[in-house]
Structure formats: structure tokens, C-alpha cells
């Protein structure tokens, strides 16, 4: 019984084992069709160097073969990284498509691999072996998955740039997918062609890698045991077909095809989205003594960013224009301006995201240059949200925040495959610190809710606290109060002042004017890419510049001077309360006085 | 109070298994300005949307002009008159700021479109003068006139506008807002969701406040306005 | 000369593949893998038409067409249409379009067999014309001047027309075009049936050009056609359109002066040189993201 089923049982293990090479790539949010063409190189290659006698009387032929196979296709897979790293999506398939049929050319083309008709191997791999290797394949995914290094993959999945200023290095991340996706698939092939005894290059085409793909969709990505279901399910499919008396050639493909259709649309998550999984990152913790001590941040005063004459322009047009200065710790400085001023270019420049055109600038000592990369101002301390909400939207609001601290945690990889108790204790510290800053957000009943379910409101939080956890020293906020009521924007204002109070320095740009007189110690006012006001809130308030390019005034032209006074006057008022720590006052009257002078014409 | 152009009875909206609408009634008499506020995920847009025709309810019935249309697609209700100003504009960059202008009027005959885009070009004379311009490279003020712009060229009965003020300056929110007084003085009816709430609820005549999915509170705006509870919840007591 | 004018027919039939696919992509984003067994489709079908009908190509063509535009409907309501707003939209479009051409395939193989099939010997006239010093046979003539006339139509449609606005509209922002007004669900459809029709007439001209097709004829078509709209640039019909002869002609050169056995190296090779030198291709505009 056993022995007559012997091959499916281990073709299931062999074809496992396939998409779990598309499997490393897909959990990264790549898509790669070498994957066979590694695989056949792996496998050719090592007919060169396998032995047909154990090497020194004990290493066993095979073992050296899946070692050097392992290599073959990991050096290979880094070899064509280098150039395709940095396509996508579509793009990144095709041109690994292509390279996978080259290679299938040139080996059919070379006398070695004894071009189409093919080559024998020995016959080293039965159902034990095939399965002890995708045991132990699997058993490393699985404790990949809740790895800091795990995390990274799925951070760069779901929202490359928010990566990238969580202070991962995501082309070396993604490579790192590749290359790991490449030695699986030269295990593939070294144990397909001991296995099968024969092997020839057009055995390795784009069906092959297709077929591969489909497993690893169809198990799923969400969960690491998805691409051994996949392989259980359309490896056995046919046998169950045949068993019931299905025979016809066409019936088969037919039904296959069908249920094929009927997973990728009704089960979004593949098979693996079946099992109902208990995820440990999704509750709190928040029991303090598990809060490690963290380095101190820079001394309150202390000098963090210096800016001399930076400006950015496009091809002749300055988004931004000769900006000098200096951000200390613990400060809140404001950046005001109409749309298109140039605010967000300028703090884009700031976390390196777009390199200046002119001037220099320090930022956490690190150089601002043509070539200075985001993710190294991020591991400085600098963490940023953005205009545009960007959250890793498919993991929980717990998670999220977890790769926030991805600067000050340390990676569990390697203490994971082994369980030494240092990883259960670094993954509570890390979970314990990511609790404290949900909670700290007021996000902490919605831990375990997926990113993008959440409110717009909420995502914002959730984006601060994902910000904070990286415990930076300076923190850059674009418009964080936008969409927020006043309610919401007074208690995020509150926020604002007592992280500044612990000695981060912030950096936030917004709309709310009333808020940034509030918040602010300086202000920055921006038009056309210039500064046209620079001080307190008080002087800003009053400045008549600011008032005509900005805040401006509704109603016929007659109506501008009276309504800039009035406006002046009105937020003046919004000042002088804040300087008197005067709450309590009839509100309902004065509250939007700052924003619509005209109204009380 | 006279006829309502548009009514909603029971409205209940699901993504997924997140109830974002559930149980929201209310009505829009013929030419008057109504206004929607609420708290962030109360669930405004989701409405609207659904009277849109965008999203399908799971739940309630929506009249527009005395005929059910629940179960109108977007294209059907916008030809018969009621069109929306969506949140973030959606303006299309790559396209000049004339054929996004032409594009509004998908449903109209080729000369009643030229017609209203050259009456457009008198109301927006910004948008005259930058008609050849990219629309990515109008500036955040100019791009939401041109969202409005683009949809009076399809002669609406009813304007929807999902938050137009959101992420422009003080300056410019007040060109928005006169932009809607202007329009409903055209007669044309007008929906306003806002998260400026008092704002809103100045410039409308009726009022319905949004609380996760229900309606907490609705009158008439100015009574909205005086209500303490509203001030305490949504407008702020500073 | 006979080699340029081989390549210039070849090249045609790619282009011919290569604008339907392309068409999708261009507009819809999608890649529509089912796009090679609609090819077989048209060939396997086309055949089966002549030998039991008789019917000359003039009217071949049209009905082809017809069959070609009712499977584009059928693979964008089930296999595209369902997926829409999903956040893997990407990917299980290529999968589920992979499983629907597989369903059409096996319905092939059960109407046809899967065996090779020919057109019958005396279908359609074997003239033989001499141009520039070259034998070229009417047929092909014929077809260069289908694929051509069948691309220019297209390419006026989509350029010039309200239904090609209305595609160009929802390539930029789809839920902007429903807002507007546009029937986002119909213009998607139309969209596939078009690129569905020329994908079943690329079919056939190629079957009629080398007089044989099997099940696996669209497969490697497939994988040409990739490298067709690569090099072109994704989304640009006269780049699908000069891609295509440029592969023809590298081809037939590329059998002539190194070996048949390096044939497909071209095609590749050109894909991953132009990839890695010009992502956007030789007509494809650089779209850039927001921050």
C-alpha cells in the first residue's frame, strides 16, 4: 500500500518544497518565475560534483549535493537580483520569467547537461529523505514567521516606503528574500533529479513555474504551512479524480481548473486561510516589568537638525527654497504654509526620502547628500508619519506598531530556530513595548484589529504610536490632525506636548492653525517654497504676511483688510489663552473664530 | 418643508463584517443645502457612497425623486441627476484640466457638455486660464474647484461633496464654501458631508449629526449650532 | 529580402497578440494569462469552421472575431470581475486567469483531441507572388494586411473615440471614472472583448501561416508576446506594434546567421536586456508614485 504510493508521497513533498521557494519570495511581496530555472541549475550543476561514493567514508553523496545545490541556486538567485532587484510587481515576474527560459536554453545548448536528451542521476531520494527535507524546510518558515526578520518581509510587503523609514534597508531585505527563495529552490532541484533519475532542461520551463506558483497561492501565504496544503491538494487531486473512476483526458483538467478558480475566488487567503490560527502578537502586554530600559534620548536643548540654505528643485521649479534651520530636543516647531508651499518636500528632505538639490544639512549627525538613504536617518532616531496614511494595512494595529521598533529591537531568527528562552524574553520586551505605546495613543481595545479596518482617525494614532515605538528623537508628523474634530485634535495636541515634554523634538505640519498656535514653541511659515515668517506663535499670529498669503480672508476684496484685522485679533486671542492656561472660557463663540474670521462679520 | 428630492430610510452599510452604517434616515428637501458631521468613522462617507450608487446597502431604501433606487449603479444615477464631489477630489492628473472638465459630462450630448463648460469656464475663470495646464499640477485649492467644476458639467439635480475642505488652507476653505453657497443659490439641492463640522452646519439649512453609524442628533442647523450637547460632542468646547 | 519580409510577417502576428495583451494591462492593469488559450481557442475553432463550413477567409475572420469577443466577456466576469477591490488583486488575477484558460483548453481537448490539426489542403488559394526579388504567398499578404488594418482600428479607437476615453479613464483612477458617470463594469468588459477578439484572429493567421496547431500553440506565443509588450512598453499599443516586428525580424535573423537551437535566446535576452536598461520599454511613459 505504502510502496505503491510511495512516488505521489514523495512528489507531494518535492512540489512542497517548490512553493516554498515562491513562498519566500510572495511573503516579501515579490513574484518570481526563476524559481524552476534555479532549480535546474542547482540540479545540473550538481551532477559535476556529486559523488557516487561516500566523500571520506561518511558524508553521505547526496548530502554534499544538496549543499552544493543549496549554493548553486543562492549565488544564482543573487547574481540576477542584482540587476532585477529593483523592478515590481508584473515587471520583476517577467524579467525572472525570462531569465528562467535563458537558462533553460543555454542548458539545453551546452554538451555537459547532455542538452535535450536529457541526464541520469542516481537515484538518492525516496519518500523518507523528500520529507525530512521539507520538515525541516517548513520548520524554518514557521519560526521565520514571527521573527523580527519575518515581520521586516511582511513590513515591505505591505508598504515598501513605511518600511524603509521604520529604518529597514529594504532593497537588502528583498534580496535577502531572493536569495533565500534561491537556495530552497536548488534544494528543489538537487532532490527532483535524484529522485526522478533523469532530468532534462525542458522539464524546468515557464509550466513548471507556473505550476509552482499555483501551489504556493493556492496553500496560501498567510500562514508557513500554506504551500504543503497546496501541494497535498493538487498533488492529490488527480489521484482522487482517477480513484472515482474520472478518467476521460479532458475531464480532469477540466475539474482541476475549476477548483482551482474556486479557491483563488472564494478563498482569498489560499487553503492555509481554512485554519483558524490563535496569533500571540495580537494582545497586549502590559505589565511594566517587562519594559526594558531604553537608551536616553539627546539632553533637552541639544541640537538635532541643522539645515543651512537647503532647497530642492524640479527641473528649474523650487519646491523648496534656501531653508536654514536648527530643531532642538524637546521642541515643537510648527511648518504652516497653502498647498504647495513646499512643507512636505522639505520634510521629505529631512528623513531622506528626497535628496536636496542645494545646501547641507545634519540630521541626528547623519549628512543630508544626494545619497543618503532613508532608512539610516531612521535607524539615527528619526520616525516620521505621513500625509497620506501609509499602515501596513493587512497586519493587526499590535503588529504594526511591533515593526515600528524594529530600530531598538534585535533580531530572534536564530534564537527562534533553536527556542532559547533569550527569544521568549526579547519578544515580550518587544510586545511589551509596543503595548505601551498603543495604549499610550489610546489604541490599546484595538490591538488585535487589522490597520486598514480602523477609522481614519484612529489609523492616524495608530501611525504615531507605530512611530514612537521606534523611541525616536525626532519625530516628523505631516498633517496629523487632518480629518480629526476638535476633540480629537485638542487630545493629539496634548500628545504632541507631552512627548515633547519626555525630549523628543517634533516637527509637524498642519492645517489646524488653531492647534499649531497651541502646540507650537516656533513656527515656520512657507510660500512658494520660501520662508516668509519665522518665531513664536504670538509673532506669527500677528504677522500680516502670513495673514494675507495664508490665512487670508473670504468675502470681496474690500472686506481683506478688515477681516485680516479681525483674523489677527482673533487668534491673538487664541494665544493669549493658551499663554494663560485659561480653559475655561465660552468656547463655543471663539472656537472657530480662528479659521473663519468672516463669520463674525 | 417641501418634497424631498432625496431620501434615505434605514440605511445599513457593511465592509466586510465592519458595520460602517447602521441604521442612518434622512431627507433632502428640494433645494436646500443639508449637511452630514461627524466624528471620524461615524460612517459619512459610507453613506454617501451608498447613495452614490459606489457601495451596495445592505439594508434600507433610497429615493431620489420619488423612485426607489437602492439599486441603481453609480453611471444610471448620475445620468438621472445626482452626482458626487468625492472625498480627496479624485481628480485625474494626467489628463488636462479640459478633459477632465469633458469628462463630466459623460452623459451629456456633445453640445449641451460644450455649453456648460464654457458657462464653468465664467464661474471659474482660474480654470479657464489653466486649461491646458496637467490637473496634477494645479494646486490643492484649484483641483477641488476643478472636482466641483467637473461635476456641474453634468447638470446635477443633487450635489453630493464629500468633504471638500479637508487638507486646504484656511484661505482657500473659505473660496470652497462660498463656491457652495453660489451653487445652491443656482437651485441646484446640495449634500454636504464635513468634518469642519461648524462650518457646515453655518452654511446648511438642515443638519444630521453622525454617531457610529447612527443619527445622534438632526434639525435644523442653526438649532444644531445652539444645541449644547453638539458643542460639547463635536465642536469642541475650548 | 525574403528573411526581412518573413521576419516583417512573423512580427505582425506577435504585434497582433501583443496589442490584445497589452490592451488589458494598458487599461485594466491585469495580466490576462488566459490570453494564449484564447489564441488556441481561435485556432483550434477557426480550423474546425473551414473544414465543416467551407467558409472562405473573408468571412472566417469576423466570426472568429465574434468568438474571440464572447470568451474576452466570459474571462472578465469570472475570472477578473470577482476579484475586483481585492487587496491580491494582482496575483489572483494571474492565477484564476491561468485556471480559466486551462478550463478552455481541456473543453478543446475535449472537442478537438489533442492532437496537431491543419486546415484542409485546398482551402484557401496557394498564389504565389514575387516582390523585391522575394516569393511571398497571397496569404500572407493577406494577413499583414488584416494584422495591420485590424491594429490601426484599434488604435483609433482607443485614441480618438468616447468608448477609448472612457478605458484611458479608468487606467488613471477607476473610482474616479465611476463617479463621473462612466459604466466602469461595461468598459472593462468591452475592453477584454476586444483584446480577446484579436487574440483569437492572431490565432488563426498564425495557424495559417505555418498550416498546423495543437493544444500548446498559445504558450509560446505567450511567453514572445511578453517579450513583445515588454520591449514595446507595457500599455502602448504602437509599441506592441513595433515590438513585434522587431522580435519577428531578430528571430528570423537569429535562425539564419546562429542556429535555430539559440532562436528563443532573442526573445529573451531582448526582454531582460530592455528591463533592466528601460523598464517602461521603447514607447512606455514612466509612471512615478506620490510619496
Known amino acids: 500500500m505504502i510502496a505503491e504510493y510511495s512516488s ?75 540587476p532585477v532587484i529593483r523592478l515590481r510587481g508584473v515587471f520583476l515576474a517577467i524579467a525572472t520569467l525570462a531569465f528562467g527560459e535563458m537558462v533553460r536554453i543555454f542548458l539545453i545548448n551546452q554538451t555537459w547537461t547532455n542538452g535535450a536528451q536529457g541526464l541520469s542521476f542516481a537515484k538518492l531520494v525516496g519518500p523518507g529523505v523528500a520529507w525530512i527535507a521539507l520538515i525541516v524546510v517548513a520548520y524554518w518558515f514557521w519560526r521565520l514567521s514571527g521573527s523580527r526578520l519575518g515581520r521586516a518581509f511582511a513590513a515591505i510587503r505591505e508598504d515598501e516606503l513605511a518600511a524603509t523609514t521604520m529604518g529597514i534597508d529594504v532593497p537588502r531585505y528583498r534580496m535577502a528574500s531572493f536569495v533565500i527563495a534561491g537556495a530552497v529552490a536548488g534544494l528543489y532541484g538537487v532532490l527532483l533529479a535524484h529522485f526522478s533519475r533523469f532530468a532534462d532542461p525542458n522539464e524546468f520551463s515557464f509550466t513548471a513555474a507556473v505550476d509552482g506558483l499555483v501551489t504556493a497561492v493556492v496553500g496560501g501565504v498567510t500562514l508557513f504551512i500554506g504551500p504543503v496544503l497546496g501541494s497535498a491538494f493538487l498533488s492529490l487531486l488527480p489521484e482522487v479524480q482517477r480513484a472515482i473512476g474520472i478518467d476521460a483526458g479532458w475531464i480532469r483538467p477540466t475539474i482541476s481548473g475549476v477548483l482551482l478558480l474556486v479557491v483563488i475566488l472564494f478563498l482569498p487567503g489560499g487553503l492555509s486561510g481554512l485554519i483558524p490560527v490563535r496569533k500571540s502578537a495580537k494582545r497586549l502586554n502590559v505589565d511594566p516589568s517587562f519594559q526594558p530600559t531604553l537608551p536616553a534620548l539627546p539632553a533637552v536643548g541639544s541640537e538635532l537638525v541643522s539645515l543651512s540654505g537647503l532647497g530642492k528643485s524640479y527641473g ?106 533569550s527569544a521568549r524574553r526579547l519578544e515580550r520586551e518587544a510586545v511589551a513595548m509596543a503595548s505601551a505605546q498603543l495604549v499610550r495613543v489610546g489604541l490599546g481595545e484595538k490591538a488585535a484589529n487589522a490597520a486598514g479596518d480602523l477609522s481614519y482617525g484612529d489609523q492616524r494614532r495608530l501611525e504615531i504610536a507605530r512611530a514612537l515605538a521606534s523611541h525616536p528623537s525626532l519625530l516628523v508628523l505631516d498633517e496629523p490632525a487632518a480629518g480629526m474634530n476638535h476633540v480629537e485634535a485638542a487630545s493629539l495636541s496634548e500628545l504632541i506636548r507631552s512627548l515633547a515634554a519626555d525630549g523628543i523634538a517634533v516637527l509637524v505640519i498642519e492645517h489646524n492653525v488653531r492647534m499649531m498656535l497651541a502646540t507650537c514653541d516656533r513656527i515656520m511659515v512657507l510660500n512658494f517654497g520660501e520662508i516668509i515668517a519665522f518665531g513664536e506663535p504670538s509673532e506669527i499670529a500677528r504677522d500680516p504676511r502670513v495673514l494675507e498669503a495664508y490665512l487670508g480672508s473670504a468675502g470681496s476684496d474690500e472686506d481683506v483688510e478688515a477681516a485680516s484685522v479681525l483674523a489677527s485679533e482673533t487668534l491673538a486671542h487664541v494665544v493669549d489663552d493658551r499663554a494663560a492656561e485659561h480653559p475655561e472660557h465660552d468656547g463655543a463663540a471663539a472656537a472657530d473664530d480662528a479659521t473663519t474670521p468672516e463669520e463674525n462679520r | 418643508m417641501s418634497d424631498p428630492i432625496l431620501s434615505v430610510t434605514g440605511l445599513q452599510v457593511n465592509y466586510g463584517r465592519v458595520e460602517a452604517v447602521r441604521d442612518v434616515s434622512f431627507e433632502v428637501p428640494v433645494g436646500s443645502l443639508v449637511t452630514l458631521v461627524g466624528a471620524n468613522g461615524a460612517g459619512k462617507t459610507s453613506v454617501l457612497n451608498a447613495v452614490s450608487g459606489l457601495l451596495r446597502p445592505r439594508q434600507g431604501v433610497i429615493t431620489f425623486e420619488g423612485t426607489d433606487v437602492t439599486k441603481w449603479p453609480a453611471h444610471r444615477l448620475v445620468k438621472a441627476g445626482l452626482v458626487q464631489v468625492p472625498e480627496g477630489r479624485e481628480i485625474l492628473g494626467t489628463l488636462t484640466v479640459a478633459e477632465n472638465l469633458t469628462l463630466g459630462g459623460w452623459h451629456r450630448s456633445n453640445s449641451a457638455m460644450h455649453a456648460k463648460v464654457a458657462e464653468v469656464y465664467e464661474r471659474f475663470p482660474v480654470l479657464f486660464e489653466r486649461r491646458k495646464l496637467h490637473a496634477g499640477a494645479l494646486s490643492g485649492g484649484e483641483q477641488q474647484m476643478l472636482a466641483i467644476a467637473r461635476a456641474l458639467i453634468a447638470e446635477p439635480k443633487i450635489l453630493l461633496l464629500d468633504e471638500p475642505s479637508m487638507g486646504l488652507a484656511p484661505k482657500i476653505v473659505d473660496e470652497v464654501f462660498r463656491v457652495i453657497e453660489e451653487i445652491r443659490q443656482t437651485g441646484t439641492t446640495v449634500v454636504l458631508v464635513e468634518q469642519n463640522a461648524r462650518r457646515a452646519l453655518a452654511a446648511a439649512d438642515y443638519g444630521y449629526v453622525l454617531e457610529t453609524g447612527e443619527v445622534s442628533h438632526s434639525g435644523p442647523a442653526h438649532e444644531l449650532l445652539a444645541d449644547e450637547k453638539v458643542i460639547e460632542a463635536y465642536l469642541g468646547l475650548d | 529580402m525574403q528573411l526581412f519580409l518573413d521576419g516583417i510577417f ?168 465611476a463617479v463621473l458617470g462612466l459604466n466602469v463594469g461595461r468598459i472593462s468588459s468591452t475592453t477584454f472583448a476586444l483584446s480577446s477578439a484579436l487574440g483569437a484572429v492572431a490565432g488563426v493567421l498564425f495557424t495559417l501561416n505555418v498550416n498546423a496547431a495543437s493544444l500548446g500553440v498559445g504558450h509560446a506565443v505567450e511567453l514572445k508576446a511578453l517579450a513583445v509588450i515588454i520591449v514595446g512598453g507595457m500599455g502602448s499599443l504602437p509599441g506592441a506594434l513595433v515590438g513585434g516586428l522587431i522580435l519577428g525580424l531578430a528571430e528570423v535573423l537569429a535562425v539564419n546567421y546562429i542556429g535555430s537551437s539559440w532562436r528563443d535566446m532573442v526573445a529573451f535576452g531582448l526582454l531582460f536586456l530592455i528591463l533592466i536598461l528601460r523598464p517602461q520599454g521603447l514607447f512606455g511613459a514612466r509612471k512615478t508614485r506620490e510619496v
Open chain 1, 8 to 82: 505521489l508521497i514523495t512528489l507531494i513533498a518535492l512540489t512542497a518544497i517548490l512553493a516554498y521557494s515562491f513562498y519566500a519570495v510572495l511573503i516579501a511581496g515579490q513574484l518570481s518565475l526563476a524559481q524552476v530555472g534555479l532549480a535546474s541549475l542547482a540540479a545540473f550543476t550538481s551532477a559535476l560534483v556529486v559523488p557516487s561514493e561516500p566523500l571520506f567514508g561518511f558524508i553521505p553523496p547526496l548530502v554534499i549535493g544538496i549543499v552544493f545545490g543549496m549554493f548553486v541556486g543562492a549565488f544564482a538567485a543573487f547574481i540576477l537580483g542584482l
Open chain 1, 316 to 421: 528649474g521649479v523650487h519646491a523648496v527654497q534656501s531653508v536654514d534651520l536648527t530643531v532642538n530636543a524637546g521642541e515643537v516647531l510648527g511648518l504652516i504654509g497653502p498647498n504647495g508651499a513646499g512643507k512636505t518636500t522639505l520634510v521629505n528632505m529631512v528623513t531622506g526620502l528626497t535628496p536636496p538639490t542645494t545646501g547641507t544639512g545634519n540630521v541626528l549627525g547623519v549628512p543630508l547628500t544626494a545619497s543618503t538613504k532613508a532608512h539610516r536617518l531612521a535607524q539615527a532616531g528619526v520616525a516620521r508619519t505621513f500625509q497620506q496614511i501609509k499602515l501596513f494595512n493587512r497586519l493587526s494595529a499590535l503588529e504594526n506598531v511591533l515593526v515600528g521598533g524594529y530600530r531598538i529591537t534585535q533580531d530572534t531568527l536564530l534564537r527562534r530556530l533553536f527556542f532559547l528562552p
Open chain 3, 10 to 177: 512573423l512580427g505582425s502576428i506577435y504585434a497582433l497578440f501583443a496589442i490584445g495583451f497589452t490592451l488589458v494591462f494598458g487599461i485594466l492593469d491585469r495580466l490576462n494569462l488566459a490570453h494564449a488559450a484564447v489564441f488556441t481557442a481561435g485556432a483550434l475553432v477557426g480550423i474546425e469552421i473551414v473544414t465543416v463550413f467551407g467558409v472562405p477567409i473573408w468571412l472566417l475572420i469576423p466570426i472568429v472575431l465574434v468568438i474571440g469577443a464572447i470568451l474576452g466577456i466570459a474571462i472578465e466576469r469570472i475570472a477578473f470581475r470577482p476579484l475586483a477591490g481585492r487587496h491580491d488583486a494582482h496575483f489572483a488575477g494571474l492565477i484564476s486567469s491561468i485556471a480559466f484558460g486551462a478550463i478552455i483548453l481541456s473543453l478543446l481537448q475535449a472537442l478537438y483531441g489533442a492532437d496537431t490539426r491543419r486546415f484542409p489542403a485546398d482551402a484557401f488559394p496557394t498564389t504565389r507572388v514575387e516582390i523585391f526579388g522575394a516569393t511571398v504567398s497571397l496569404l500572407q499578404v493577406v494577413i499583414l494586411i488584416i494584422s495591420v488594418s485590424l491594429m490601426v482600428v484599434l488604435t483609433w479607437l482607443v485614441a480618438k473615440s468616447k468608448l477609448g476615453r472612457g478605458m484611458r479613464t479608468i487606467a488613471e483612477n477607476p473610482h474616479a471614472a
